[in-house]
C-alpha cells in the first residue's frame, strides 16, 4: 500500500512539469474542490494521518527485526559479508532506508498534517526554498525510491512473481525491472523538485503569496467598501489640477 501511495504521490507531485495550472488543479482536487465545490484541507490532513499511522505501524513491525544488540549486528555484518549474496545486501540498505525515512519521511508528513492549505504552485516551491525544504526532499526522495523499489521487489521474489518461464531469467528480470522503476521514479523526482527551486527562486521575493491560476487572472474582484467608493469626489467635481 505505501509502496503504491507513493509512485501515485510522485506522478500526481510531478505536474509541476506539466505547468503550474495543471499542479493548481491536483491541489484544489485533492482537497475536493472538484468534488464539494469548497476547499476543505483537512482532507489533506486526514489522508496524512492516515498514511502517517500506516508508515508506523509498517515500521514498528519491521524493527522487530533489526539487530538488537552490538553482538547480533555484528553477526548480521559478517553473515553479510560471507555470504556475499546481493539480496542479504540489500535487507541491510533496507534497514538504512527505513531509519531515514523516520525522520525525513515524518518532518514531510507532519508538515503536510499541520498546512495543508499551503499547498500549490508558489506554496510549495516556497516552502521548498525560503523554507529550506530541498534538502529534505533531496535525501527523502534517494530514501523513498531505494526503500520502495527494493521492497517490491522482495515481495516480488518471495510470492513468486512470474514474469518468464525460465528461473534465472526471471529474476534478472525482477532485478532489471528493480532498478528500471528506482531509476523512473529517481528521475521523475529530481526533475520536479529542480523545476519547484526554480520558481521557488523566481518567487523569493514574494513568499508567502497565494498562487492565482491563469483563467482567474483579470477577475479577480476588489472589493472597495461602498462609503470608501461614494467618499471619493467626481473627477468632474475636483477643482482643476487636483485630478
Ligand atoms: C498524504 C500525505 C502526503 C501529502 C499530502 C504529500 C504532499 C506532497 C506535496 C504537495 C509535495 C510537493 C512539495 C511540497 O508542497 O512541500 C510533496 C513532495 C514530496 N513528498 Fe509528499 N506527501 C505526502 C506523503 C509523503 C510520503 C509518505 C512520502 C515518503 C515517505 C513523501 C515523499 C515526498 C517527496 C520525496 C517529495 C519531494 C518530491 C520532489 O521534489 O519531486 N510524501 N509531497
Known amino acids: 500500500m505505501l509502496v503504491l501511495f507513493i509512485w501515485g504521490h510522485m506522478l500526481l507531485e510531478s505536474s509541476i512539469l506539466i505547468s503550474k495550472d495543471a499542479m493548481y488543479r491536483v491541489a484544489r482536487f485533492m482537497d475536493g474542490y472538484y468534488v464539494f465545490g ?16 500506516i508508515f508506523i505501524v509498517h515500521a514498528a513491525l519491521a ?13 548480521f555484518r559478517d553473515h553479510m559479508a560471507t555470504f556475499r549474496h546481493n539480496d542479504t545486501s540489500l535487507w541491510w540498505l533496507q534497514v ?6 523516520f525522520f525525513l519521511g515524518s518532518v514531510h508528513m507532519i508538515a503536510m498534517m499541520t ?24 535525501l527523502l526522495l534517494i ?12 515481495l516480488a521474489v518471495k510470492w513468486g512473481l512470474e514474469v518468464g518461464p525460465d528461473p534465472a ?8 525491472a528493480r532498478w528500471i522503476i528506482i531509476g523512473f521514479f529517481l528521475l521523475l523526482g529530481f526533475t520536479s523538485l529542480g523545476v519547484y527551486i526554480a520558481i521557488g527562486i523566481e518567487h523569493r521575493d514574494h513568499k508567502g503569496e497565494h498562487y492565482v491560476p491563469s483563467w482567474e ?4 474582484q476588489i472589493n472597495e467598501p461602498k462609503q470608501a467608493a461614494a467618499a471619493v469626489p467626481k473627477t468632474s467635481q475636483l477643482a482643476g489640477g487636483e485630478s
Do not use: Q
Not at 45 to 53: D, F, Q, S, V, Y
Not at 144 to 152: C, N, Y
Not at 217 to 220: D, E, P
Open 38 to 53: 469548497a476547499d476543505y484541507p483537512f482532507l489533506i490532513t486526514c489522508a496524512a494521518g492516515m498514511i502517517l499511522t
Open 63 to 75: 524493527m522487530r527485526k533489526f539487530p538488537e544488540s552490538y553482538r547480533s549486528y555484528r553477526a
Open 96 to 101: 538504512w532506508t527505513g531509519f531515514s525515512l
Open 115 to 138: 498546512r495543508p492549505g499551503d499547498i500549490g504552485p508558489y506554496e510549495s516551491a516556497d516552502r521548498i526554498v525560503s523554507e529550506w525544504m530541498w534538502p529534505v526532499y533531496a
Open 143 to 154: 530514501a523513498v525510491h531505494l526503500h520502495a523499489g527494493v521492497g517490491i521487489y522482495r
Open 169 to 176: 531469467a526471471n529474476l534478472h528480470r525482477l532485478k532489471l
Open 217 to 220: 487572472h483579470g477577475t479577480i
